[in-house]
């Protein structure tokens, strides 16, 4: 970076501190982390939990009759549950930026209140239309939950750190993933109480808990580290020091200006990661509204099904958590993408082609591997290369939008009629797969030629007012003039010369 004509020597010099008038000498940086850890992810990961279960529970009232009851065809329930994705996903990048304007206190907690109300209503449905609207109504709710979250973590965590806890939270998808078997085949036996069928009770009990959980959520969820009332003044202040000097030069709090939003969408990365987050969300809502009926097509009946499907789950929470603590220690969420998306890619090569049950059960087994693990991992990265709180946000909500859009296509790609191999289907989420594969290639393959033009100092800003040079004047007309470096980095946020992206 140049600086009146010469160059500054270290990324940091001349940077303001953060409350300089605040020591923070005494604050145990262990600590302080695990006191962060317990206090915001576990809840995080129960909201997602219900979330996830809330979302995927109609897989399992479909297996106790709930069609039948309805009088609804098959092609009428998967029309229904394409009718949620469509507001779920385009409300997303709004609902992030909300989020950085509301305390995430009210915003999270009145989410997830109305979408419980919404779930227990799906308890008293009586025909096709009632089914629809509550769809349309839970995609309404549900909405932002998930890129808020990511969002949310993002802003307390170095880069280092955040796919561990990304992947924390997100294990809760596949506990619910198993905890859903078990629940709705101990829930079905409730069928007949009080004159509901055991479909009914399955959205009416699970809607209550999220409604008193959602109550609860206004007191428990914490609020950003610069206002976070379960930390001192002087813990608040570390926090966020130690995230400026992990490059996150927002936090701390920014001014909304409608320029973040507009750098966020002429920005490259946001497609790229748009393809990243298709390639496992089109699989993953596939995977969780369809385990059970694949299962149970390959021979087993309703209850054994669901059950069939809880190892599977276990399997992907064990993947997840692993592949979380990896990408962590090695920074390398790129290769890592590369490898689960070719996991997938076999997983489902082999269900198009077995015609055998235990080796498709296998199959299953490979291919949440592949799905579940690469959510977390792909988030994480997307977060660590976009900076700026807003900018971030809006980046995020785009691409895992964009890839919940596609749910709406995935919903619909295990046809009735293709039983019990559903090799039209399979096909499909494998080419969702090899879309992430290779927008994760192409992402690795541009931030690198990315970081190698900063390195030869072809981004570089000019700091100060001098106008000595005409190369200077061409440096500044090329990538912008700042008074100062703080200047230059809280305006250009990852597009900082000195900002460096990870592979």
């Not at 078997?181 to 209550?208: D, T």
């Not at 609860?216 to 926090?239: C, D, H, I, Q």
């Amino acid at each position: 970076m140049s600086h009146s004509g010469s160059v500054v020597p270290s990324t940091t010099d001349k940077a303001e501190l953060y409350e300089a008038h605040v020591d923070t000498s005494q604050v145990n940086e262990r600590r302080l982390l695990r006191k962060i850890d317990l206090r915001v992810v576990p809840w995080l990961g129960l909201l997602y939990f219900l979330n996830f279960l809330d979302r995927g529970s109609i897989g399992n009232a479909k297996l106790y009759h709930m069609e039948t009851d309805l009088g609804i065809t098959d092609k009428q329930y998967l029309i229904a549950l394409t009718a949620f994705f469509f507001p779920y996903a385009l409300l997303e990048p709004a609902s992030n930026v909300i989020l950085r304007r509301v305390r995430p206190s009210i915003w999270l907690s009145s989410m997830m209140f109305v979408w419980g109300i919404v779930m227990m209503c799906h308890g008293f449905l009586h025909n096709y239309g009632g089914l629809v609207t509550l769809r349309v109504l839970l995609g309404v709710a549900e909405a932002g939950l998930y890129p808020g979250i990511v969002f949310y973590i993002s802003c307390w965590y170095k880069r280092s750190e955040l796919g561990t806890r990304v992947a924390a939270f997100f294990t809760s998808a596949t506990i619910a993933g198993a905890f859903s078997g078990l629940l709705a085949a101990a829930i079905s036996n409730m069928n007949g109480v009080a004159g509901k069928p055991g479909w009914s009770w399955i959205f009416i009990l699970e809607g209550l808990f999220t409604v008193l959980c959602a109550v609860a959520s206004y007191w428990v969820v914490s609020n950003f580290p610069e206002t976070a009332g379960f930390l001192t003044k002087e813990e608040r202040v570390f926090v966020i020091r130690r995230l400026r000097d992990d490059m996150q030069f927002s936090a701390g709090g920014e001014a909304f200006k409608a320029r973040y939003i507009w750098q966020s969408l002429r920005d490259w990365k946001p497609y790229l990661a748009m393809g990243i987050c298709m390639g496992y969300n089109g699989p993953l809502f596939a995977f969780s509204l369809f385990t059970p009926t694949i299962i149970d097509e390959l021979g087993y009946t309703a209850t054994t099904a669901n059950l069939l499907s809880v190892p599977v789950y276990i399997w992907s929470c064990i993947v997840t958590v692993i592949v979380g603590l990896v990408g962590d220690r090695l920074g390398k969420r790129g290769y890592i993408n590369l490898i689960l998306f070719g996991t997938g890619l076999v997983g489902y090569t082999i269900l198009i082609t077995s015609r055998t049950p235990a080796l498709s059960y296998f199959a299953c087994f490979l291919a949440s591997s592949a799905i579940y693990p690469t959510a977390p991992n792909s988030v994480a990265w997307v977060a660590n290369n976009v900076e700026g709180s807003y900018k971030r946000g809006v980046t995020l909500a785009m691409a895992i939008g964009w890839g919940n859009l596609n749910g709406a296509v995935s919903s619909n790609v295990y046809r009735a009629q293709d039983a019990p191999w559903y090799r039209l289907g399979h096909g499909i989420i494998l080419a969702y797969i090899a879309i992430g594969w290779l927008c994760s290639a192409a992402f690795m393959f541009l931030l690198r030629r990315e970081n190698k033009r900063r390195d030869r100092g072809e981004r570089d800003e000019v700091i100060g007012s001098d106008n000595s040079g005409e190369d200077m004047s061409e440096l500044a007309l090329k990538n912008g003039r700042f008074e100062t470096i703080d200047d230059a980095r809280r305006e250009k946020g990852d597009e900082w010369s000195q900002f460096r992206y990870t592979l």
